[in-house]
């Protein structure tokens, strides 16, 4: 289960990084998201991985990973993603601005034209 986990942040991460490097905003844009899934997904798996397993404590087991996954990660990925939506948002609204008064898409302002 680690081993896929992690192979789907390193793949993330790589999209990622690829996409910021485009010259298009859009394509930034979608990449800053892809990095932000891939670091919510790197935080919720600290948690440790576990199936069927309760993250409240009951008596008669060791409060352990072993026994029980961690909420603190679990509650901090819930809330990036909120806050990372409502940025990916107000970035869309900003770059739909930028496109119309500045009639392109390209991060550096200069477009080539065939």
Request: proline share 4%; no cysteine; hydrophobic share 55%.
């Amino acid at each position: 289960m680690e081993a896929v986990i992690s192979i789907a942040i390193g793949v993330m991460t790589g999209a990622g990084v690829w996409l910021v490097l485009r010259p298009r905003t859009f394509q930034v844009l979608i990449g800053l998201a892809m990095l932000s899934y891939a670091i919510n997904l790197f935080i919720f798996s600290v948690g440790s991985l576990a199936i069927d397993r309760e993250p409240i404590v009951r008596a008669g087991l060791a409060a352990t990973l072993e026994n029980y996954t961690d909420p603190v990660p679990q509650s901090l990925v819930l809330t990036a993603i909120v806050i990372g939506f409502a940025t990916t948002a107000l970035f869309l609204v900003v770059l739909l601005v930028l496109r119309g008064l500045s009639g392109g898409d390209h991060v550096d302002g200069q477009e080539e034209r065939p």
